[in-house]
């Protein structure tokens, strides 16, 4: 027998054999599980989707910690904190395992491969990725990213060019 359930829009199929439904197991553990993997499954999905309209984001990603062009351009970035936080940009480093959100609090490292998954589908060494307030990417690139190139891309943008104008 075959069940079909919706959690997110996304359509699970879950095909259990015929006496498993008469197994007594009660429906709201059987929602609680689902429920749970789903929630696993969507949340480190979702991570980026918060900053829109909000930051723009930095992703820079690495197939390991020890990677030359990862570590210069963490170096490169520490420079201008300032600048970037004016540009209201904050910065995700991202690792096959494991990634970390650098801003203020400076957190830990949250265990989750979903966004070296999403931005790194082809598993380059190294790649850095610069995110707009409206979600899409500006800046993609495989080497490393000068501050200089960085800040006149930010900007260069009309929502940047509209913060500094009712700043200034």
Same mark, same amino acid.
């Given at each position: ?32 599980? =689902? ?7 969507? $949340?480190? @999905?979702?991570? *980026?989707? +918060? ?5 723009? #984001? ?42 970390? =959100? ?7 490292? $949250?265990? @989750?491969?979903? *966004?070296? +998954? ?5 598993? #380059? ?44």
């Amino acid at each position: 027998m075959k069940k079909i359930f919706v959690f997110n829009c996304i359509p699970i199929l879950i095909t259990l054999p015929y006496n498993a439904y008469n197994m007594n197991i009660p429906k709201q553990q059987l929602f609680i599980i =689902l429920l749970s993997l789903m929630m696993s499954m969507s $949340i480190n @999905g979702q991570n *980026l989707k +918060k900053h829109q309209w909000k930051q723009r #984001v930095i992703l820079i990603i690495a197939n390991d910690a020890h990677n030359e062009s990862y570590q210069s351009q963490l170096e490169e970035l520490n420079m201008t904190s300032e600048e970037l936080k004016e540009r209201k940009l904050i910065r995700y480093t991202i690792l096959p395992y494991q990634y970390k =959100l650098q801003d203020k609090t400076d957190r830990d490292w $949250i265990k @989750g491969s979903e *966004l070296y +998954k999403a931005y790194n589908s082809e598993k #380059v060494a190294f790649k850095i990725i610069l995110i707009g307030l409206d979600g899409s990417v500006k800046i993609e690139q495989r080497n490393i990213l000068t501050t200089k190139t960085l800040l006149s891309t930010i900007d260069a943008m009309p929502m940047r060019r509209t913060e500094i104008k009712h700043k200034g």
